[in-house]
């Protein structure tokens, strides 16, 4: 069984899966993660959407293609798009913006589905699978693909599966110094 930490450092994004199908019980311990994760005031706004259906990926790969968006990497089209309906199964993570904190214009739902959903990848990968945190796509049109009631926010798509190569490295992260100030903020 991989260590949390070890996870953690060996989690890559997964955007090209092989057909082999994920089995229900690795599914579930991915799902399982996600409900174990901590949340405002123990709501568990989140709500997930488990779509395995060849047809319906197809459509929510569509539906991830949004023709303005650049982005802060100036990508012109969602690169993860095919992975959607190469991988057999996509968990689409939602939200419910009510049962979550409103603070200092804060909205807490995306604290709570960002905690949730990297507990689903970690998992994901601890099993062998892998995943990607798909966050460009069509709302509107997926609402209405998938039948999401108004309010609900969807906040991600994940496709799951087994990765057709492994993870590369390549996704280099800022130094500590950089991100990380001791006593106060400085520039
Ligand atoms: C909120 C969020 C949204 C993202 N949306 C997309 C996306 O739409 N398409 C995509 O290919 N990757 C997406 N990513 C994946 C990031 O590009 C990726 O996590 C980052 O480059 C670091 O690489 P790594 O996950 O392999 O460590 C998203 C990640 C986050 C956290």
């Known amino acids: ?21 994920v089995e229900p019980e690795k599914l579930r311990t991915v799902l399982d993660a996600a409900r174990l994760a901590p949340s405002w005031a123990n709501m568990q706004c989140w709500r997930f959407v488990v779509v395995e259906d060849a047809a ?16 802060p990497r100036g990508y012109k089209t969602n690169p993860a798009q095919k992975a959607l309906a190469e991988a057999p199964v996509v968990i689409v993570a939602c939200a419910e913006p009510t049962l979550s904190g409103d603070l200092r214009g804060q909205q807490y739902y995306m604290a709570d589905l960002g905690i949730a959903t990297e507990n689903l990848m970690l998992a994901a990968h601890a ?9 460009v796509f069509d709302e509107e049109g997926m609402g209405e693909l998938l039948d999401i009631p108004s309010g609900i926010r969807i906040v991600g798509l994940f496709p799951l599966g087994y990765p057709l190569e492994p993870g590369k490295g ?9 991100i990380v100030f001791y006593g106060k903020w400085k520039g």
């Not at 069984?1 to 199908?21: C, G, N, Y």
């Open 170 to 178: 390549g996704a280099p992260r800022k130094p500590i110094e950089e």
């Open 1 to 21: 069984m991989m260590d949390t930490l070890e996870a953690i450092k060996t989690r890559r994004s997964v955007r090209k899966f092989s057909d082999r199908p």
């Open 127 to 135: 099993e062998g699978l892998g995943s990607v945190f798909v966050g």
């Open 56 to 71: 319906m990926r197809q459509k929510i790969s569509e539906l991830s293609y949004v023709e303005t968006f650049f982005g």
